[in-house]
């Protein structure tokens, strides 16, 4: 089971960091998006070849304008 911004998801290994943007409705060129899998960045240039293991925290973030 994979967990989505702190929630239990329907993905499941082997999916990529880039199929996960997609589920999101997240375009993968988009600006200000970055990825953290079991807490450790993985890099935009990684998103298509970069798959999830197994029970793999994923946390999505986007930056927000304003203040």
């Not at 329907?10 to 600006?31: D, I, M, T, Y």
């Not at 998103?47 to 999830?52: G, I, N, R």
């Amino acid at each position: 089971m994979i967990r989505l911004n702190g929630k239990d998801s329907e993905l499941q290994a082997g999916a990529s960091v880039a199929a996960v943007l997609a589920g999101l409705q997240v375009p993968a060129e988009a600006r200000g998006v970055a990825v953290a899998v079991d807490g450790e960045v993985v890099p935009r240039a990684q998103w298509e070849t970069f798959v999830l293991p197994e029970d793999a925290r994923v946390e999505v973030l986007t930056a927000m304008q304003g203040g």
